[in-house]
């Protein structure tokens, strides 16, 4: 495999700190530019050989900001799209408590029953997530590949390829417009940074 830049989009016209927006498309707000901003400064002496975005354009439009210094060509990847909550869209989870209790108990339990009403099957999610990293396999072991993803997304990433199991990747916290850095080697692989925003405090 390869150095991996792993990357959380910027923040969001609809607030995304607060609010599970999964698979609906909304744009980044000023903050969220200049979040993608300072990442791509931070980044401009970094060697990076390939690209990889999810498709919506939160995190396509931040790997845009952050390759232009890389002159790279963004591959933008459905497999990386947030998990679709559904009916839990744009809610807030003290919203979901009172219009899905079930749900909100099975989501705090972490339970792997858990099935977000019409949206997408844990199960599924994992399946294209997994895909994906099978795709960066690919990838010589001396390249640096960007990732721009979201939480859900990249903590299921951490957890695959440090061989974690997969309900671990609740114990992870990504902030917005965050930098995690694993680097693999033939003995394994290590995670060298965590939901590092340092580069947000610049000025």
Not at 34 to 59: F, N, P, T, W
């Amino acid at each position: 495999m390869s150095r991996l830049l792993l990357v959380r989009h910027g923040d969001t016209e609809l607030n995304s700190a607060e609010r599970y927006w999964g698979s609906t498309d909304i744009k980044l707000s000023a903050t969220g530019i200049r979040q993608a901003e300072r990442l791509r400064d931070r980044l401009a002496s970094e060697r990076i050989d390939a690209v990889y975005s999810s498709d919506l354009m939160r995190a396509s439009v931040t790997a845009e900001i952050i390759a232009s210094k890389h002159g790279l060509t963004v591959i933008t990847c459905p497999e990386l799209r947030e998990i679709n909550f559904g009916k839990l869209e744009g809610l807030k989870f003290d919203e979901i408590s009172q219009l899905y209790p079930e749900v909100a108990k099975l989501w705090a339990e972490r339970s792997p029953e858990l099935r977000y009403p019409g949206g997408e099957r844990r199960d599924d999610f994992d399946k294209r997530v997994t895909a994906f990293v099978e795709r960066l396999r690919k990838h010589d072991p001396e390249e640096t590949v960007l990732i721009v993803a979201h939480s859900g997304v990249l903590r299921t990433i951490i957890c695959l390829l440090l061989g974690m199991e997969l309900r671990r990747r609740w114990q992870l916290y990504l902030n917005l417009a965050s930098l995690s850095i694993i680097n693999t080697h033939p003995q394994g692989v290590v995670l060298s940074l965590l939901n590092d925003t340092s580069h947000c405090d610049r000025k």
